[in-house]
């Protein structure tokens, strides 16, 4: 069997690794120490078609697939883990569910802004008591007229921090389990958050 990659495939690579070294390496130390990602290269991975790697290019992504999608993380994940994980928690932990689950009219509205790094994209399930057991978590939504309001507390929220929009994991039936939970998106600028 031939397990070498294709020329696209190699030229992903390529791309993903000279931004890694010039670009992620040479401060890679700063941003362990600091704690913080550097948004001016968030930007320009969005540029580079990074974090909409997995996004249909009719919503603004690199429309990519999966082995794609490995290979940038694994070259930027080489550079700073930190960066990685901004990378894979838009592709991964926002797009994708959008993606799968989401309406043509969210798909249109969040994902080209996150995928181009305009917009940053988080998730939320773990808890306090929870951690990340979603048929334990407390959270809940209790509909309101037409929308929910959600209670809870949620912690571990990969891009929590500087993120616009986050899905959110809450319980809308607590007698049916982990069946009864149900993913919001909600912005940060929203009542309350």
């Known amino acids: 069997m031939d397990f070498s990659l294709s020329e696209t495939h190699e030229a992903i690579r390529q791309v993903a690794r000279e931004f890694a ?94 995928a181009s790094g305009e917009k940053y994209a988080s998730f939320s399930l773990s808890e306090p008591n929870a951690g990340s057991d979603a048929a334990a978590i407390e959270a809940t939504a209790v509909p309101d007229g037409d929308h929910y309001v959600l209670n809870g507390t949620k912690i571990f929220v990969t891009n929590g921090a500087f993120a616009d929009y986050i899905i959110v994991m809450a319980k809308t039936d607590k007698s049916s389990g982990w069946r009864g939970i149900t993913a919001f998106i909600v912005h940060k600028d929203m009542p309350g958050f």
């Open 21 to 114: 070294e010039k670009k992620l390496i040479p401060r890679a130390s700063e941003f362990d120490v600091s704690g913080k990602l550097d948004f001016a290269l968030a930007r320009e991975m969005g540029e580079a078609g990074f974090l909409g790697v997995v996004v249909p290019e009719e919503y603004g992504g690199a429309g990519l697939d999966t082995l794609a999608y490995v290979i940038v993380l694994e070259e930027l994940g080489h550079g700073c883990a930190s960066h990685c994980t901004m990378v894979g928690a838009h592709n991964s932990l926002f797009a994708h569910p959008i993606l799968m689950f989401g309406t043509e009219e969210q798909k249109r509205f969040y994902l080209p802004p996150v």
